[in-house]
């Protein structure tokens, strides 16, 4: 009824002021191309080439007249429309239709998710049409993976307890190197021999060494915790980011103990639970009566990192719950209140570094098993920079919006390998994959302005009397380091 | 209460729960507090009053062990104030504190600031209010009480594992959370986050959530600052009730003179960082050296005002 009233009185409005729009809209369209011409005439409308030996210049008139007519016309689309000053701007209450979506697709979202990432192998057998045709996608799904377990163990350090890590890939590196170190060690494998059979260590090294590297990690967490606790902000953002290429440093100048920059090669391969992936007799498939496929182990990993990422999302979501969670929380909040109440900060900080790190080390020792090499190059700071952008674009804190981020982000930049099509409007010549890069920042941007807060900008409470409601991002504080 | 005719028997002399002794904080070359001494009377509540500027947040801060006060003690005594052998044997020993079966003495200054909350149970308030804004109302008591809850959960192992205690031991604490609120009126908004409620209601939050780290000293650092008078008056009648159903001591900053004067067993008034007046809020209302802190005198009636103090000194010695 408002609503009807308003758009009439603005269509009446609209009706006489509208020549004068009109033309308003025309000059500021002329204008933007104007200056887009003073831009553009000099920088595309001149092309350097070398004619018989000599440099020469060619001139692109029609570029310059493509790129300025596209500046004006959208110009002045976007005057008549979007920036009219008729437009009768809808004024919302209540949650964006967005939000609305999300909420009632809610509770369903969480097992359809599960489910699809259970059935996914299957489904890319089927949809590729044979056990080796899927690899590549398979092989998607465990990257894709790897970095939703990085991502939910990452959001604990800087989602939940507030505290900026850029160093994340420090723990990743610890669990990798761990399990490269201990599974390809002469002396313990000959311990194993002697104690229990020549092929014991071989066979069970990855998942003796599964906890070993995450409490390593989570060690190193503690000892990159004790330094940094009486830093805040962009302080802690440096020094975590300096113990990151410290840990790279180390594993590249420390070449008698971690093999420099050749890294470290011929790891073992994951095991059925002792029961190798290959053609013996004594193999995966002969004692499941299967033909030997080398996918096997291929699918059996994505299963283990799929488990992997579900444990972490497990014991997140359950600390949450708990005093230490809710401590996390608090520090991210007000750490001076938190002391207040008898909160031991310097605990509740190292905790919160640990636990992440230790997730970080399992997810480590997972990609060391699954490339059967480690080198310093895989653990740069690009890795964390990743993880990082994929916790901040999913929300801070959320665990569904981190792991759709991670998706989007990673199977987002392979798709944009597959662009192969676009050589139809472009030429042959044209190489899409090149502006892979281009189009992911662009698509940061865009997500960053469309949601400040990452795709989940809500809290979930951790408990609650009568009625879940869940807690509006403007309300939650980003922690200040 | 019993005795009030008689100076001597006041009860924060005979029972403190905290005494403050020689406190002084510089900041630099700035003395914030100068001297200072005072006592908190067990299940007294003592008003810590004085123009802007006196020093009385950085008391707090020292009490509650934000700041490392430059010299002086403080001893925080549960059960029942030390003996004095008692306090010099820990005071030399270097200790933090002396935990016994009679009686449990702490040396505040000593104790980093978390622990003067979990171990003390010194709980404060802030004068700008620091509540968990993004957490919900119910989130921010559970917090309060993560000492307890750490412990029930044997740090959380058996909450990872869901065990049957550590349920009970969660209700529990929920089960004080809304006893809170209802003490403070908030039980519909329980699970509203923190940073939604109004001013007044966030005050009376902040409360609460001390509350729920179950203090024997509650510090309230200008509790009735931006009340309306209803809601002053609500507060007076929580701080009240917090007394005689909890037996907590309160020592409190005020502005709200409504406030001091109602509640108050025992005021405390500081000026540039000086005890300028110290007894009941009788004796304090007439205090010549207090009207003259608030309301200022003239350059020369200064030398007059002294005179008024000693003479009024010199009466009361005598009588």
């Not at chain 2, 986050?193 to 509650?218: N, V």
Request: aromatic share 10%.
């Amino acid at each position: 009824m408002a609503a009807h009233t308003a758009e009439s009185a603005s269509a009446e409005n609209a009706a006489p002021a509208s020549p004068s729009a009109f033309s308003h809209a025309l000059k500021d369209a002329f204008f933007a191309g104007l200056i887009m011409l003073g831009l553009v005439g000099p920088l595309v409308g001149f092309e350097t080439v070398i004619r018989d030996g000599a440099l020469g210049l060619d001139y692109r008139p029609l570029t310059v007249a493509v790129m300025v007519a596209i500046v004006f016309v959208g110009r002045l689309i976007l005057n008549l429309t979007v920036w009219s000053p008729n437009r009768v701007v809808k004024t919302r209450t209540g949650p964006s239709p967005m939000a609305r979506a999300v909420t009632a697709a809610g509770p369903a979202f969480k097992p359809a998710l599960l489910a699809f990432a259970v059935a996914f192998p299957l489904i890319a057998v089927l949809s590729q049409g044979g056990l080796n045709e899927s690899r590549y996608l398979i092989d998607l799904g465990i990257l894709i993976l790897t970095y939703v377990m990085l991502g939910w163990g990452l959001n604990i350090v800087v989602g939940l307890a507030g505290l900026l890590d850029l160093g994340y890939v420090a723990f990743y590196a610890v669990g990798a190197y761990t399990y490269a170190l201990l599974a390809t060690s002469a002396p313990v494998n000959d311990f194993f021999a002697a104690l229990i059979g020549e092929k014991f260590w071989a066979d069970w090294a990855f998942w003796i060494c599964l906890p070993a590297a995450g409490i390593f990690a989570g060690v190193w967490g503690m000892i990159l915790g004790f330094p940094v606790l009486r830093l805040r902000g962009d302080y802690l953002a440096i020094v975590t980011l300096a113990f990151g290429e410290i840990i790279r440093l180390v594993l590249i100048n420390w070449v008698d103990f971690t093999g420099g920059g050749a890294g470290i090669a011929s790891i073992p391969r994951v095991t059925f639970f002792g029961i190798p992936f290959n053609a013996s007799e004594h193999g995966f498939a002969a004692l499941f009566g299967l033909k030997f496929d080398p996918m096997h182990r291929i699918i059996f990993l994505y299963f283990v990192i799929l488990a992997l990422a579900l444990l972490t999302a497990f014991v997140t979501v359950r600390l949450r719950k708990l005093p230490v969670g809710r401590a996390w929380e608090a520090l991210r909040e007000d750490e001076i209140a938190c002391r207040s109440l008898g909160l031991n900060t310097t605990n509740v900080k190292l905790s919160a570094f640990a636990t992440g790190a230790m997730f970080g080390g399992f997810a480590g020792c997972f990609f060391a098993v699954r490339a059967g090499f480690v080198s310093p190059e895989s653990f740069t700071f690009d890795i964390s920079a990743m993880i990082l952008a994929i916790v901040v674009l999913g929300g801070m804190g959320s665990q569904i919006g981190v792991a759709v981020a991670a998706a989007v982000m990673l199977g987002g930049m392979e798709m944009l390998r597959n662009l192969g099509f676009l050589k139809q409007f472009f030429g042959n010549e044209f190489d899409p994959s090149l502006y892979r890069m281009l189009l992911f920042g662009l698509a940061m941007v865009v997500i960053m302005v469309w949601k400040p807060r990452g795709l989940v900008s809500t809290r979930d409470p951790t408990i609650y009397l009568k009625e879940k409601k869940s807690v509006s991002g403007d309300l939650v504080k980003e922690g200040h380091g | 209460m019993s005795l009030p005719t008689d100076t001597a028997a006041h009860r924060w002399d005979i029972d403190p729960i905290l005494s403050v002794e020689h406190l002084f904080m510089r900041f630099g070359g700035l003395v914030a507090v100068n001297d200072l001494s005072f006592k908190v009377g067990r299940g007294d509540i003592t008003a810590l009053i004085g123009p802007n500027g006196a020093g009385k947040t950085t008391v707090f801060n020292c009490i509650t062990g934000f700041y490392k006060p430059s010299e002086g003690r403080l001893v925080l005594a549960h059960q029942r104030p030390p003996t004095d052998p008692e306090l010099t044997a820990v005071t030399l020993n270097g200790e933090r504190g002396l935990a016994g079966a009679s009686s449990s003495v702490y040396l505040l200054e000593r104790l980093p600031d978390y622990r003067v909350s979990g171990d003390a149970k010194v709980a404060r308030t802030f004068q700008n209010i620091r509540l968990f804004t993004g957490m919900t109302v119910l989130e921010n008591l559970m917090v309060a009480q993560h000492n307890a809850l750490m412990k029930a959960s044997v740090f959380s192992i058996k909450g990872l594992l869901g065990l049957p205690s550590w349920n009970a031991a969660q209700k529990a604490a929920r089960e004080k959370a809304v006893y809170w609120l209802e003490q403070v009126n908030l039980l519909d908004r329980a699970d509203d986050p923190a940073g939604d409620l109004p001013y007044g209601a966030q005050r009376r939050l902040e409360i609460a959530r001390a509350m729920c780290s179950d203090p024997i000293l509650l510090c309230l650092d200008e509790p009735a600052a931006g009340l309306n008078p209803r809601e002053s008056l609500e507060l007076n009648a929580l701080l009240r009730s917090i007394r005689a159903d909890h037996g907590t001591s309160i020592l409190l900053i005020e502005h709200d003179m409504s406030v001091v004067m109602e509640i108050s067993d025992h005021v405390v008034v500081l000026d540039y960082g000086t005890k300028i007046s110290d007894g009941t809020p009788d004796a304090v209302k007439n205090d010549p050296r207090v009207i003259a802190a608030y309301l200022g005198v003239d350059e020369d009636a200064v030398e007059e005002v002294e005179a008024e103090i000693d003479a009024t000194i010199a009466t009361g010695a005598s009588s």
